[in-house]
């Protein structure tokens, strides 16, 4: 079976999705497009051999879809998913699930009155083979009880319309995410301060900044933030045990040794660094759908991700501790 697949927005994300589905990913076709810009859409379905729709909410109502990308800008994604509900079909949407946990709580009540899982985010660094490695080893017990993690998140540069608050919001998003997932509990307070400003940030940026995660049951998490270190993307962390430490590098694929020096190369961008995590993401998605199952990240992760964000904006702004209260947990996401 062919799994019909509408993408909405065929900006960066959109196009690399649209990309990967056309080919690349077993049991599934882009079949239909919609982006504000009609011009870009014309020609990404033209090349996708898809139709291209004059609205979200005609793309989502029409046979022609099954199934639902949103990689549109943050703030459309909880009328689109919620549109997606509607018309009964499951949804990948990137992150922000929504820009508030106000708007999150709508679609998780929304879809807790479908009765089912409709919807997946896409914090696809838990398709990452490397995240999961880390994961399994912490789960396995390989290094006996987590006490603390460091962790490296870099950009090369952002565009200047980037602000401080992104690096929270669009960035350390995914780190709130992955420890969430990987030491699997909540994040219950979070600390964000900044540090010396960059030279190369643009006025009135701050950054970089350092953040630190409380977990539930005590686990320390310590993030480091830097969105302009010029050099390249770099992600990594290092968990660290009562017996042991597991760490995640950046990948390497080559080195090249030479005048007495060994140099590797830096990955340019998350989407070189995490193609991978991508292409898995959307496979085990599909994948699932064909026996009717979504078992990503799922609302209830969009929502807590959103409310550290929130938290996290405000200890910035105060350089304050800020706990994180976040509503009891609906059964659908236990
Ligand atoms: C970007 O929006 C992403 O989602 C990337 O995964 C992240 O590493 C980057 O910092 C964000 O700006």
Redesign the pocket.
């Known amino acids: 079976m062919t799994v019909n697949i509408g993408v909405i927005g065929t900006g960066s994300m959109g196009a690399d999705h649209i990309q990967k589905l056309s080919g690349r990913i077993a049991g599934a076709r882009v079949s239909a497009v919609f982006d504000v810009d009609r011009e870009r859409a014309a020609a990404v379905a033209e090349g996708a051999g898809a139709k291209a729709f004059d609205s979200a909410g005609e793309l989502i109502a029409s046979s022609d879809t099954d199934a639902v990308v949103i990689a549109s800008p943050g703030p459309l994604h909880p009328e689109q998913t919620l549109a997606c509900f509607a018309a009964g079909k499951p949804v990948l949407c990137e992150?922000p699930l929504g820009v508030t946990s106000d708007d999150c709580r709508t679609v998780l009540a929304a879809e807790v009155a479908t009765g089912r899982r409709l919807v997946q985010v896409g914090f696809m660094r838990r398709y990452d083979a490397g995240y999961r490695q880390v994961k399994a080893t912490v789960d396995g017990g390989g290094i006996g009880e987590a006490l603390l993690v460091h962790a490296v998140?870099r950009?090369p540069v952002?565009p200047d319309s980037f602000t401080a608050d992104m690096s929270m919001t669009?960035?350390v998003v995914?780190e709130f995410d992955t420890f969430r997932w990987l030491l699997g509990q909540e994040i219950a307070a979070v600390t964000v301060l900044a540090a010396k400003r960059s030279p190369r940030a643009a006025a009135g940026m701050r950054d970089p900044q350092v953040v630190l995660m409380e977990m539930t049951d005590g686990v320390l998490v310590e993030v480091e933030s830097f969105?302009n270190c010029q050099y390249g993307?770099d992600?990594r962390c290092e968990v660290v045990g009562s017996e042991g430490t597991v760490t995640l590098e950046n990948p390497v694929g080559t080195s090249l040794n030479t005048g007495g020096v060994r140099s590797q190369p830096v990955p340019g961008d998350?989407r070189a660094r995490?193609a991978h995590a991508y292409h898995e993401q959307l496979q085990e998605w599909i994948d699932g759908l064909s026996t009717g199952t979504v078992s990503g990240p799922s609302a209830w992760d969009g929502y807590a991700a959103t409310a550290v964000g929130e938290a996290a904006v405000r200890s910035l702004a105060t350089r304050g501790r800020m706990e994180v209260e976040l509503d009891d947990q609906p059964a659908l996401y236990r």
Do not use: A, C, G, R
Request: charged share 15%.
């Open positions: 992150k998140h950009n952002v669009d960035s995914h969105v993307y992600v998350f995490f």
